[in-house]
C-alpha cells in the first residue's frame, strides 16, 4: 500500500507543477508557435500547419514536471531537464518532419500520438532511472 500510496503522491505533484507551468506559459503560446512554424517552414515544404499541441511544449512541460517531482537538487533537475527537452523536441521536429513529406491520418493519429507518449516515459526512465534503482535497493 505504501507504494500505491508514493505513486499517487508523486502523480499529483507532478499534475500539479504541470498545471502551473501551463499557465504560466499561457501568454506565450502565440510566440512560441508561431516561431516553431516559422523555423520550420525555413526548411520544410509548407504543407503543414503548427498548432499549438503540435509545438511539443506541454510534453516538454509534463517531462520537465515529472523530473522536478521525481528529482533532488535544483542543478540536477535543470541539466535532466535541459537534455530531456532536447530528446523530447528532436522527436517532435523529426515528427513534423516526416509527416510533412509523408502526410497520413494514421501516423499522425496513432503511431506519433502514442510514440511522443513512450518517448516521454523513455526519456524520463533513462534521465532518472539510477535514483529509483536506488529506492529500490532499499
Known amino acids: ?14 499534475l ?3 498545471l502551473a507551468m501551463e499557465v504560466a506559459t499561457l501568454p506565450l503560446r502565440p510566440l512560441i508557435q508561431s516561431a ?3 523555423a520550420l517552414y525555413a526548411v520544410l515544404p509548407h504543407n503543414f500547419r503548427i498548432d499549438w499541441a503540435c509545438t511539443g511544449v506541454d510534453e516538454v ?4 514536471a515529472a523530473i522536478i517531482a ?20 528532436l522527436y517532435n521536429i523529426i515528427r513534423i518532419a516526416v509527416l510533412s513529406l509523408y502526410p497520413s491520418e494514421v501516423l499522425h493519429e496513432i503511431l506519433f500520438r502514442w510514440g511522443g507518449l513512450i ?3 523513455a526519456v524520463f526512465y533513462l534521465l532518472t532511472c ?9
Do not use: H
Open 1 to 14: 500500500m505504501d507504494r500505491v500510496r508514493a505513486a499517487l503522491l508523486f502523480l499529483t505533484e507532478v
Open 16 to 18: 500539479t507543477i504541470f
Open 36 to 38: 516553431m512554424q516559422n
Open 61 to 64: 512541460l509534463l517531462l520537465s
Open 70 to 89: 521525481a528529482t533532488d537538487g535544483w542543478r540536477k533537475r535543470a541539466k535532466r531537464i535541459i537534455v530531456g527537452a532536447l530528446l523530447v523536441e
Open 119 to 121: 518517448v516521454i516515459l
Open 130 to 138: 539510477k535514483e529509483y534503482k536506488q529506492l529500490s535497493d532499499n
